[in-house]
Structure formats: C-alpha cells, structure tokens
C-alpha cells in the first residue's frame, strides 16, 4: 500500500526480486501459494521487500509486488513507524459489520488513488518468518494496510475495489501515462 503522501515509484535498474511489479504484470493478478518451509531464504525475502517498501515509501508490501507468488507480506504500523510486522499464510477470522470508505494508493498502480471500502476491524491470523503463531486485532487504518495487501495475496488491486466509474478514470489516466499522450 502507497503513503498516499507519495505514489510515484522510485525503482529503477534493480535487480529482479528489488523490482517493484506495476499494473499490468501477469504475477499481480494470480493468487499466491502457501509457505510451507520456514528458513533463512524467506527471512531474506522478507527482508528485501522490507527495503522495498521502505525505499518506494510505502507502508506495506506483498510478495507478488516483488515478483513472488507466495503468501506473505510486510507492513509497518501508521504511526509507530518503527513496529514491523511479517506475515506469512496470513486469514482474516473476523471483520466487523462496520465499514468505512478511504482514498487507498498502490504501489503498483502509481500515481493513482481510488476510494476503497474496507472493514474497520479486523481479526486476523499469521505466522512470522520462524513458523511462530500470529493473533492480532486491528483498527482503523491499520487494518485497511493488512486487508490492502491481503487482496495482493489473492491476485486482487485497488482497482477490482472500486467503482466502475474510478476504474475506468485510473485506467484512462494509467494508458495515457504510459503512452505518454497529451490529454
């Protein structure tokens, strides 16, 4: 998810796992498959998209976002910068009936925000990189990073979230940045 204080990505000439993955790439549309070996090579993935997310100024990340199609992801909490949080295998048991509409940025989809629809709470469920049980209930924006990057987990961006109308405006916006086309 984008700090909607900044979209533009900062990536270039990154080697392939630091690459951050944009609208369009085929990873980002298929759902991810389940971690099952708990070692040193997801410690280092985790790391990594750490310093992506950290260097694309964002609050979270999901592997397909770096080309990887496994169940995990990172975040940071709002506004204790310094709490981390890995999530491997990650389920929401539990959402509230109570929701709430916010303007959501992307990672990969630069430069855009669109409102999205999110529940308010959350319970959800994970492991960390050791294989150790995750339990957290979360608020507020918090959970709209956690419920943001779940969606990536299953191949899902902002865009399949909000209205016809913002989608086809992001998308509009989206084709004439890349062709570079004066509106």
């Not at 592997?63 to 990650?90: C, D, K, L, T």
Request: proline share 6%; glycine share 6%; aromatic share 4%.
């Amino acid at each position: 998810m984008a700090n909607n204080e900044r979209t533009k990505p900062k990536s270039s000439g990154t080697a392939p796992l630091e690459r951050l993955r944009t609208f369009g790439d085929p990873v980002l549309k298929q759902p991810t498959l389940t971690v099952t070996e708990f070692d040193s090579r997801l410690e280092r993935l985790a790391q990594l998209m750490f310093e992506v997310m950290e260097r694309e100024d964002g609050v979270g990340l999901a592997a397909p976002q770096v080309g990887v199609r496994s169940r995990i992801m990172v975040w940071r909490h709002p506004e204790r910068e310094n709490e981390r949080y890995v999530f491997v295998n990650p389920r929401i048991l539990d959402s509230s009936a109570a929701v709430s509409v916010d303007s959501e940025g992307c990672l990969s989809v630069p430069g855009c925000t669109v409102p999205v629809e999110r529940a308010e709470e959350i319970l959800v469920e994970a492991k960390d990189v050791f294989g150790e049980g995750i339990k957290m209930e979360l608020v507020g924006l918090s959970a709209r990073i956690v419920q943001h990057e779940m969606d990536h987990l299953e191949g899902r961006l902002i865009l399949d979230r909000t209205t016809p109308e913002e989608r086809r405006r992001v998308l509009k916006a989206f084709r004439e940045s890349v062709l570079d086309i004066q509106p």
